[in-house]
């Protein structure tokens, strides 16, 4: 049983346009999440992590909101670039421990200029 | 400074031989973690080790295992290696194993077996 879903496994949005990744998750000790860009042949790279105590989170163009009665988060980007198409994947821990997190599966974005 | 570095990049095994994969964390990052990520997935957690023991381990069987040195290095050992352990194998490291830290990731090591 898949802890951690990615649900859309692609999205494709306009240059300049939101881009909106969801992510669910169904263990209720998850208390750390943290979203996570990858490229082709490379290690993914942190972008933005929210603890259970917020439902909100902002660095630059990208945001995290968590519903925590709802199990569902979800990373904006504003205004999205070309440069982010990458995939994303959202991640999920417990006792606030980024290293033993549970993955989703990703969700491949492309942004068309 | 220098990010998490692992090797090799590239590996190719035979079915039943053994393979060690090596990582070296961030600069003064004493927590690591091994993921392996097949195909099409996101990354599946293996092992986290802190201060040279285990912290965490994954739903992986006894044929892997992992130890942390002294400089925090670590290393990934798989023996009689399946077909379906070809996967990226990735390594990640953040200061401390708890406490909201971020984690980092290596470029990960392609291990195919055939």
Redesign the interface.
């Known amino acids: 049983d898949q802890q951690?879903k990615q649900n859309s496994p692609s999205l494709s949005v306009q240059e300049g346009r939101i881009s909106i990744l969801n992510c669910d998750y169904t263990n209720s000790m998850f208390d750390?999440f943290?979203w996570?860009k990858k490229y082709p042949?490379?290690?993914?790279?942190?972008l933005i992590?929210i603890?259970s105590i917020k439902d909100k989170n902002e660095d630059g163009r990208f945001t995290v909101f968590l519903n925590k009665s709802a199990k569902h988060l979800s990373l904006h980007i504003v205004p999205s670039q070309p440069g982010d198409s990458a995939v994303y994947?959202c991640?999920a821990s417990a006792?606030?421990?980024?290293?033993?997190?549970?993955?989703?599966?990703?969700t491949t974005l492309t942004v068309k200029p | 400074d220098a990010g998490v570095t692992q090797s090799p990049t590239h590996l190719i095994k035979t079915r039943g031989q053994h393979v060690t994969l090596r990582c070296s964390p961030i600069s003064g990052h004493k927590s690591v973690s091994w993921y392996q990520q097949v195909l099409g997935q996101g990354p599946q957690f293996i092992f986290q080790y802190y201060e040279k023991e285990e912290r965490g381990r994954g739903n992986f069987p006894d044929r892997f295992s992992a130890r942390q040195f002294p400089n925090y290095s670590s290393e990934l050992n798989v023996n009689a290696l399946l077909l379906g352990d070809s996967a990226l194998y990735l390594c990640a490291s953040s200061l401390a194993w708890t406490g909201l830290y971020e984690q980092y990731f290596g470029p990960g090591t392609r291990l195919t077996v055939t």
């Open positions: 951690v750390y943290l996570y042949a490379e290690g993914p790279t942190f992590s603890s994947f991640a006792n606030t421990n980024a290293g033993k997190s549970t993955f989703g599966d990703g």
